[in-house]
């Protein structure tokens, strides 16, 4: 194994994760700061401690497995690791937002299509994400009726 | 989903900045993004900002018999493309498919959108519908468009000016070419076409088929109709792979194919024999790797003289119907093995070698390291060939046999046999499945 520089990140909730720098600048945002600060970068973010820990873990993996891992495995694992309830998907999307995360983000993105999808209809939508339905009476009907075809 | 989702109090998804949420909707099928356009006012005009508009009438209103169709429901989808291409104007598409089998689109309605997709730069147009599109069609001068896949009754009135700059990869689906410059026109007007399909095209109008192309890699032509009268031109110095599965034309030339790697020459059965693919086996004779049918090994034997292919390393013969009721003058794979001074692999149906050469071809002795035989029978002139292929091998290392199906009781013997027949690549392995 080489020994690679590792970059030491402190989150809010004063814990200190210690990363290998190539699994550090996969979020944009440690990149750029460590850019400016030598090998210390101070994350400043609400309640990122299990989230830090998560992201670490599928970065981490995402590394270490990178040339090994056939395709089939990586979705798998990756389809286990974001079956969490909508809470804990809140919690990895804003970790994923604000430090940048390209995958990660992508990883979610993704979860909350399926979800979506999941859903029989519109008014299951709702429930599942708490969305309030702010239509006046005749905008609605006028929706449904210029997508009669599509059964909404 | 392995939990059950509890129903939420607090709406965090639609605060989301639109490019997420247009993250989220794009993995959902444009029908499904269209849905939840009634969500809450939020989300009302989040799909028209979509970047891939996918319709599919048949698969969309879910119907399976023309007549269950209401011109109201047809009318009603119609305007909901229009809408997506039409009413927004802002945003890029980056793709626009749209398949419709019925004759229900007027031809100025399906240019509009054409137009609109065009002038929102996009980049794939996957198109299968049965409307004329007229000669004012924009996607000749498009010049975002990076790949045109058209399908289903187009009949390609192809401009004087083809000018498609960014042009990676065609695929031409039922189309019908109006004349022999129409066809010249397209290549010419494709400087950086890499991949080219076509597939049941109407030649009925083609005298020379010209594709004359500096960069093209890949090039597959299946099953053409009305191609008796036509001419097949391939120059093409930068092709790697080459399929072809049709009958014969009229005639052939193929220049230039020194990057071939891979050429699958599939010709279908020919009522008249008269029909000459010499130029074919020529043209390709460079090449490493080639799959031939049954009907296509017969034209190659037939070649005076045969052509050697110096550097071919992987043969495939996956076709043996006309090899089935073999006559003893018949020429077979063993004919063509003499021709085959650097092969390495062989797959071939048992039936296809007809005779065992009493002067062993070099590549036997040589150079062949995995042998496959198809469709292998208990019967003794079969075990023979297998016998052959043993004794004679110099370098084989794997030696497969693909039992018929009929004769699987058969195995254990044939297994038997073969192991202990006499063998000439001491570490040689035989698998018989």
Redesign the interface.
Same mark, same amino acid.
């Given at each position: 194994m080489l020994l690679s520089k590792n970059s030491a990140l402190e989150s809010k909730d004063n814990e200190i994760f210690e990363v290998e720098e190539s699994i550090a600048i996969q979020s944009e945002l440690i990149k750029t700061m460590t850019t400016m600060v030598n090998s210390k970068a101070y994350v400043n973010e609400r309640n990122q401690m299990v989230p830090e820990a998560r992201c670490r873990k599928q970065a981490n993996y995402h590394v270490e497995q990178n040339n090994k891992i056939v395709d089939e495995e990586l979705s798998d694992w990756e389809s286990k690791f974001f *079956?969490v #309830?909508?809470d804990d998907l809140?919690e990895l999307f804003m970790a994923a937002?604000y430090l940048e995360i390209e995958s990660l983000?992508n990883g979610v993105?993704?979860r $909350?299509?399926?979800? /979506?999808?999941?859903c029989k209809n $519109?008014e299951v939508? @709702?429930?599942?994400?708490? /969305?309030?339905? #702010?239509?006046a009476a005749q905008? *609605?009907e006028e /929706? @449904?009726k210029?997508?009669?075809?599509?059964h909404? | 989903m392995a939990e059950q989702v509890k129903m939420e109090e607090i709406d965090r998804i639609s605060d989301l900045h639109d490019s997420i949420l247009i993250h989220i909707l794009s993995f959902l099928s444009t029908k499904e993004a269209i849905k939840t356009s009634v969500l809450s006012t939020r989300w009302r005009y989040l799909f028209d900002l979509l970047p891939n508009i996918d319709f599919d009438l048949e698969e969309d209103l879910c119907r399976k018999n023309i007549k269950s169709y209401s011109t109201d429901v047809i009318e009603n989808y119609m305007c909901s493309v229009d809408k997506m291409l039409l009413f927004c104007n802002t945003t890029n598409v980056n793709k626009f498919g749209f398949k419709c089998w019925i004759r229900m689109i007027g031809s100025d309605r399906f240019n509009g959108w054409i137009s609109a997709a065009v002038d929102r730069g996009v980049k794939h147009l996957d198109l299968s519908t049965s409307v004329l599109p007229s000669s004012t069609l924009p996607i000749f001068t498009c010049k975002t468009l990076v790949s045109l896949k058209l399908g289903k009754y187009f009949v390609l009135n192809v401009p004087k000016d083809v000018h498609l700059p960014n042009l990676k990869t065609l695929h031409l689906h039922s189309v019908g070419f109006l004349n022999d410059d129409s066809v010249k026109g397209l290549f010419s007007g494709c400087p950086h076409l890499e991949d080219m399909v076509t597939r049941k095209c109407d030649l009925g109008e083609i005298r020379n088929f010209h594709i004359s192309h500096h960069l093209l890699k890949t090039l597959t032509i299946r099953y053409s109709y009305n191609s008796f009268q036509c001419w097949l031109w391939i120059n093409a110095p930068n092709l790697t792979s080459l399929e072809y599965y049709d009958r014969l034309v009229a005639g052939y030339s193929m220049e230039n194919l020194q990057s071939l790697t891979k050429a699958v020459i599939n010709i279908s059965a020919c009522k008249t024999f008269r029909a000459d693919a010499t130029t074919i086996f020529k043209g390709i004779c460079d090449v490493p790797s080639l799959v031939l049918s049954d009907t296509s090994l017969e034209l190659l034997l037939r070649c005076e003289p045969l052509p050697v292919f110096a550097n071919l390393i992987r043969l495939d013969l996956p076709c043996h119907l006309r090899f089935r009721y073999s006559n003893p003058l018949q020429k077979g794979l063993e004919t063509l093995l003499s021709s085959l001074p650097a092969l390495e692999k062989l797959e071939f149906y048992q039936e296809v070698l007809c005779s065992l050469p009493e002067e062993v071809p070099s590549c036997l002795l040589h150079k062949l390291k995995t042998i496959k035989i198809t469709n292998f029978t208990d019967e003794k002139y079969c075990i023979g060939k297998a016998k052959y292929i043993l004794k004679n091998g110099g370098v084989l290392e794997k030696l497969i046999i693909v039992t018929a199906s009929h004769i699987s009781v058969a195995k254990k013997w044939i297994s038997k046999t073969l192991f202990a027949s006499a063998r000439e690549s001491k570490p040689c392995f035989i698998l018989i499945i």
């Open positions: *079956e #309830d909508m809140h937002n983000l993105t993704k $909350v299509g399926d979800f /979506i999808k999941a $519109v939508i @709702r429930q599942t994400f708490g /969305i309030n339905n #702010d239509f905008q *609605e /929706i @449904r210029l997508n009669s075809w599509n909404i | -």
